[in-house]
C-alpha cells in the first residue's frame, strides 16, 4: 500500500500542496497531511491500547505517567496541556491514578489552586514496564525510518502544529 501511495505520489503532475487543499477541484483526501497524521494516530493508538492492556494500564494513564517521567511534580494543568487533554478529564485520570497508588496529589505550593501531580515509587516502576512494551509498538513504527527522517518528521509536525497556535 505504501509502494502504491509513494508511486502516485512521484508521477503527479499536478501540484500535491494544491490536491491537499479541501478548496481545490483535485482534492483528495489521500494527500491530505491532517487525514494522513488521523490515519497514523488512529494505528497508534489500536496497538497502543492492546499492548498497554498487557501490562495494566491504558493510553491516558500511561500518557501521565511518561509527563511526570519528565517532570515531577507537574500540576493537573501541565499535564493535561502536554497531554492534549481536557483539564476535567486529566483531573480523574489523575485521581485514579492515585487511588491505584501511581501518583500522589498534593496543593501547589506555588499556586493553591493548582494540584501537583507526583509520581510514586510504583508509578516509577509501572513506567520501567511500559516503555519496555512501548519500544516495541515504536521500533515496528519507525523500523524504516532513519534518525534524520524522525528529526525531520518532528520538525515538519512542530511546524504544522506551530502553524494552527
Do not use: C
Not at 478548496?23 to 497502543?48: D, G
Not at 501537583?116 to 509501572?126: F, L, P, R, Y
Amino acid at each position: 500500500m505504501q509502494d502504491q501511495f509513494e508511486h502516485n505520489m512521484a508521477n503527479e503532475n499536478s501540484d500535491v500542496k494544491n490536491k491537499a487543499d479541501p478548496i481545490s477541484e483535485e482534492f483528495r483526501l489521500e494527500y491530505s497531511p491532517f487525514y494522513r497524521l488521523t490515519q497514523v494516530e488512529s494505528a497508534y493508538r489500536q496497538k497502543m491500547e492492546g499492548i498497554l492492556k498487557s501490562v495494566g494500564m491504558d493510553l491516558p494513564r500511561w500518557r501521565v505517567l511518561m509527563i511526570l517521567r519528565e517532570k515531577s511534580p507537574s500540576t493537573v494543568s501541565e499535564i493535561a496541556n502536554r497531554a492534549a487533554m481536557k483539564l476535567s478529564t486529566m483531573t480523574k485520570v489523575t485521581q485514579r491514578l492515585e487511588k491505584e497508588g501511581y501518583v500522589s496529589l498534593s496543593r501547589s505550593k506555588q499556586d493553591a489552586r493548582s494540584t501537583d501531580v507526583s509520581s510514586t515509587e510504583k508509578g516509577e516502576e509501572a513506567v520501567v514496564r511500559i516503555r519496555q512494551v512501548a519500544s516495541k509498538i515504536y521500533r515496528q513504527a519507525t523500523q524504516d525510518l532513519t534518525a534524520e527522517d524522525i528529526r525531520r518528521l518532528n520538525s515538519t509536525l512542530r511546524t504544522l502544529e506551530d502553524s494552527l497556535q
